[in-house]
């Protein structure tokens, strides 16, 4: 069996990353990729994985999903009560990686998290559709329950209790930001010698761009 999932390999040739045809700044080339996946129609194009860590170091990682980027960083929305926010709260610090298989590329974002404004969450949840919002109060994101059946019954409940009535934002629930100080754009090429272009912030809020070895 190991043998076979070593034997397992891809030549990556679809493109190149040259520093000659970068952008100066990382979100500046972020946004390239993204429009180049956004119009490549891949499945999911905005999963990514988020990595956290506890105050003791031990690291936890799951697949999360982009909900807006700018200058300032990468927005994802969770609970706050959940794993990854307990980490969070513990240890501000996280790293996201993006995987466009289609494209043969891959974008690491390393930075320091903070939550958006109450205004900025409660813009995106009242653009959920009602079950996500409903989803959002029923669910104790991360902790143990005792079956599927609990839950549903929970979700019953809170349906029955909103009826006619706004559903606001629950204040365990909002988004986070990561902003970036160090992004890796990883472009697949042949025979393994891949190309990767590393852009680190510096103190006057410029990029510094160097080539890593792959």
């Given at each position: 069996?190991?043998?076979?999932?070593?034997?397992?390999?891809?030549?990556?040739?679809?493109?190149?990353?040259?520093?000659?045809?970068?952008?100066?700044?990382?979100?500046?080339?972020f946004d390239k990729w993204w429009?180049?996946?956004?119009?490549?129609?891949?499945?999911?194009?905005?999963?990514?994985?988020?990595?956290?860590?506890?105050?003791d170091g031990i690291p936890a990682?799951?697949?999360?999903?982009?909900?807006?980027?700018?200058?300032?960083?990468?927005?994802?929305?969770?609970?706050?009560?959940?794993?990854?926010?307990?980490?969070?709260?513990?240890?501000?610090?996280?790293?996201?990686?993006?995987?466009?298989?289609?494209?043969?590329?891959?974008?690491?974002?390393?930075?320091?998290?903070?939550?958006?404004?109450?205004?900025?969450?409660?813009?995106?949840?009242?653009?959920?559709?009602?079950?996500?919002?409903?989803?959002?109060?029923?669910?104790?994101?991360?902790?143990?329950?005792?079956?599927?059946?609990?839950?549903?019954?929970?979700?019953?409940?809170?349906?029955?209790?909103?009826?006619?009535?706004?559903?606001?934002?629950?204040?365990?629930?909002?988004?986070?930001?990561?902003?970036?100080?160090?992004?890796?754009?990883?472009?697949?090429?042949?025979?393994?010698?891949?190309?990767?272009?590393?852009?680190?912030?510096?103190?006057?809020?410029?990029?510094?761009?160097e080539r890593l070895a792959p």
């Open positions: 069996m190991s043998s076979t999932i070593a034997d397992i390999r891809k030549d990556y040739k679809l493109r190149s990353l040259l520093e000659k045809d970068v952008d100066a700044s990382a979100i500046g080339q429009q180049e996946a956004i119009h490549s129609e891949i499945d999911e194009v905005n999963a990514m994985t988020l990595a956290t860590a506890s105050a990682a799951r697949i999360v999903l982009l909900k807006g980027f700018d200058e300032r960083g990468f927005v994802f929305f969770t609970n706050y009560d959940s794993f990854k926010g307990l980490q969070l709260a513990e240890n501000p610090r996280a790293c996201l990686v993006f995987f466009w298989k289609e494209l043969e590329r891959q974008v690491r974002i390393t930075g320091l998290v903070e939550k958006v404004s109450a205004e900025e969450s409660d813009i995106y949840f009242n653009s959920r559709p009602e079950g996500s919002r409903i989803g959002a109060w029923a669910s104790p994101q991360s902790q143990v329950i005792e079956n599927r059946e609990w839950l549903e019954e929970r979700e019953k409940t809170l349906v029955k209790d909103f009826t006619g009535k706004p559903l606001s934002r629950p204040a365990h629930w909002g988004g986070y930001r990561v902003k970036p100080i160090n992004i890796e754009f990883w472009q697949g090429r042949p025979s393994r010698l891949h190309d990767r272009l590393q852009y680190s912030l510096q103190g006057d809020n410029t990029w510094k761009i």
